[in-house]
């Protein structure tokens, strides 16, 4: 994991009579998960937008192990952070092997290096490689297309994990495992998380800290679980 440090950060969309997020700081530690939790609408998609720069920030700075964001180049950005949207996300056009070989590709790494890396990334997430590996997303339930999401947001082993609503667009049992195998993942792979929901709930069971946002991600509460339950 990677230490994040979100420091004064703003974005303010032309057009927009207030900001979508203002002035926010937060240090996140390596290794931890921390949760953004809020209502729809209160910048917390802006938020991990910016951390992945996919939207520059009007002003602030976002630092990963010290290093601005700024400074690291495309490819150097895919390496440090895999990304997990809802509805997972993946090209249609492209089966399920080539949609979690995607950025180990951009990246450099062999051939056999992405093949062997495919298979491993399907039996981590549960699906067996054998059935699922010429697949196309279409031909895949909703719970199958996120876990493949997620698979291929860690193919190439970032240090950091941003996970956007992952599991929003699942049934609640489906959710469930697919939160359950979360936490069974981080135990073994020490990812830097950061995972933005709107379901209370989630954000209390996946949690390391929880930064329980107000509107323009306004940061109401930054702590533990228990400490969030017990105030
Ligand atoms: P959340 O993820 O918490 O639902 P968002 O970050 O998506 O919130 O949105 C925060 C605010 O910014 C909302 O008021 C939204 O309408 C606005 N917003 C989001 N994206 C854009 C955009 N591309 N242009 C203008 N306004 C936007
Ligand atoms: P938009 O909604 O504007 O198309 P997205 O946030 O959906 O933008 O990103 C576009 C695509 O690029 C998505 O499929 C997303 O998974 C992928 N992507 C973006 N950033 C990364 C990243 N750092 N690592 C891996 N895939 C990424």
Known sequence: GARIQLENLTKRYPGSPSPAVDD???????GETVILVGPSGCGKSTTLRMINRLIE???GRIRIDEEDVT???????RRKIGYAIQASGLFPHMTVAEN????????????????????????????DPREFHG?????????????????????????VLLMDEPFGAVD??????LQDELIRLQR???K????????????????????????????????????????
């Not at 926010?24 to 390596?30: G, N």
């Not at 690291?72 to 950005?77: A, K, R, S, Y």
């Not at 609640?172 to 495992?177: A, G, K, L, N, S």
């Open 57 to 59: 920030p009007t002003s």
């Open 135 to 159: 697949r196309y997303p279409r031909q895949l339930s909703g719970g199958q297309q996120q876990r493949v999401g997620v698979a291929r947001a860690l193919a190439a082993d970032p240090p």
């Open 24 to 30: 926010v700081s937060l240090e996140i530690k390596p």
């Open 100 to 127: 979690i070989a995607l950025v180990p590709k951009m990246v450099g790494w062999s051939k056999s290096r992405v093949k062997d890396r495919v298979e491993e990334m399907l039996d981590l997430v549960g699906l």
């Open 192 to 231: 830097t998380i950061v995972f933005v929901t709107h379901d209370f709930d989630e954000a209390i069971k996946l949690g390391d800290r929880i930064a329980v946002l107000r509107e323009r991600s306004h940061i109401a509460q930054f702590d533990t679980p228990e400490a969030i339950l017990t105030n």
């Open 188 to 190: 073994e792979l020490h």
């Open 71 to 77: 400074d690291i180049d495309p490819v150097g950005l």
């Open 172 to 177: 609640p049992i489906t959710r469930d495992h």
